[in-house]
Nanobody, 124 residues
Framework: QVQLVESGGGSVQAGGSLRLSCEVS????????LGWFRQAPGKEREGVAS???????LYLDSVKGRFTISKDNAKATLYLQMNTLKPEDTAMYYC??????????????????WGQGTQVTVSS
């Protein structure tokens, strides 16, 4: 059973930075494609960033140039470095894993394992 545990969320002012982490266990981690998603109250869950097992990344347009997804295969940990945060980035952030496909994707329907989420709040 694959388990994902997020950490690193918190409250920051606009313009600040946070780094989210997601520890992955119970899977062939190095071959999974991984993603970060977010969901604000009253809104649909949206894909923020995804990374393939070989390292190709894909980003939501509104976070390009501000967010960076990366992973450490030795630690089986996924990261999301978030810089120049904006109030509209406020949401619950989730990491997700998929073992069935290898290319990056921002579609939540294509992921079959999810973490419990970590809250990010950005104040103006």
């Amino acid at each position: 059973q694959v388990q994902l545990v997020e950490s690193g969320g918190g409250s920051v002012q606009a313009g600040g930075s946070l780094r989210l982490s997601c520890e992955v266990s119970g899977s062939s981690y190095s071959r999974d494609r991984l993603g970060w998603f977010r969901q604000a109250p009253g809104k649909e869950r949206e894909g923020v960033a995804s990374i393939s097992w070989y390292g190709t990344a894909l980003y939501l347009d509104s976070v390009k140039g501000r967010f960076t997804i990366s992973k450490d295969n030795a630690k089986a940990t996924l990261y999301l470095q978030m810089n120049t945060l904006k109030p509209e980035d406020t949401a619950m952030y989730y990491c997700a894993a998929d073992q069935r496909r290898w290319w990056p994707s921002l579609s939540s329907a294509e992921y079959n394992y999810w973490g419990q989420g970590t809250q990010v709040t950005v104040s103006s």
